[in-house]
């Protein structure tokens, strides 16, 4: 696998607008974009700075995942996110190592990008998603 560049880092948050207050009074960024992603459960709110995003999320169901996540762990650094390019071919690449994968085929994610999770257990408890921009 050849990643590219950090797509992005998704951090969880128990409250959108107060996450997103603090981004763009305290630091000075600018939210560009907030979006419900349904089947996970969550709504995003992204950050641009260089070539990498931040994305806060906010779970809209305590069962969905950034829900249980804030539960067990509380708010912070949730995942970590790796842009690739063939995505589908990268997650059999990888599961080939042995790594555990959350999705083993690539799903939608926010912003139109299709996205897989490699699961905690394999990458020394850090959360990776991979992925990939269908239009690039
Ligand atoms: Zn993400």
């Known amino acids: 696998m050849k990643p590219t560049h950090i797509e992005h880092i998704g951090i ?10 603090f981004y763009e009074k ?17 709504k995003t709110a992204f950050f641009k700075i260089g070539d990498v995003k931040i994305e806060l999320l906010e779970s809209t169901d305590p069962e ?10 509380g708010e912070g650094i949730h995942h970590l996110a ?11 690449e990888v599961e080939a190592f042995g ?7 690539p799903r939608k994610g926010a912003e139109g990008l299709n996205i ?5 257990k ?5 959360l990776t998603e991979l992925c ?5």
């Not at 969905?64 to 762990?73: D, N």
């Not at 790594?99 to 085929?105: C, P, R």
Request: glycine share 8%.
């Open 82 to 92: 790796f842009a690739v390019n063939g995505l589908s071919d990268t997650l059999k």
């Open 132 to 136: 990939e921009d269908p239009n690039k």
């Open 26 to 42: 305290v630091l000075g960024l600018t939210c560009y974009a907030v979006e419900e992603v349904k089947d996970q459960k969550v």
């Open 64 to 73: 969905g995942p950034i829900g249980k996540f804030i539960e067990k762990k």
């Open 12 to 21: 969880a948050v128990k409250s959108l607008d107060e996450a997103i207050s």
């Open 99 to 105: 790594v555990k994968l959350i999705d083993s085929t």
């Open 116 to 120: 897989g999770f490699l699961h905690p």
């Open 122 to 126: 394999s990458t020394f408890g850090v």
